[in-house]
């Protein structure tokens, strides 16, 4: 129904920047708000940053101020730019798209993206 396709992912020095991309083709206006999980060595997938289609943001404490999510005007390409990089986020970002956009976050995730690695060297 709706496929996801991240790119953008690399290697960079601390204190550098990179920004991914997320292209949504299919369904797209079942896509009420989209965002980005990150998964490092761990078993766990940490929810980094969202955004509605109204245009609210959410970001994980540890990234606020340095990430900032943006979504296209046409709704189907969504960009993580990501400053300040650290050796802790250095992990695979998956692009994540759902429905719902509730308790100022997005809260429900349908669709996957393949992944893309973003490794911060020490």
């Known amino acids: 129904q709706v496929q996801l396709a991240e790119s953008g992912g690399g290697s960079v020095q601390i204190g550098g920047s990179l920004t991914l991309s997320c292209a949504a083709s299919g369904n797209i206006f079942s896509i009420n708000a989209m965002g980005w999980y990150r998964q490092t060595s761990g078993p766990q997938r940490e929810l980094v940053a969202g955004i509605s289609s109204g245009g609210s943001t959410n970001y994980a404490d540890s990234v606020k101020g340095r990430f900032t999510i943006s979504r296209d005007n046409a709704g189907n390409t969504v960009h993580l730019q990501m400053n300040d990089l650290k050796p802790e986020d250095t992990a695979v970002y998956y692009c994540?798209?759902?429905?719902?956009?509730?308790?100022?976050?997005?809260?429900?995730?349908?669709?996957w993206g393949q992944g893309t690695q973003v490794t911060v060297s020490s």
């Open positions: 994540v798209a759902g429905p719902y956009w509730r308790f100022g976050a997005l809260t429900d995730v349908n669709y």
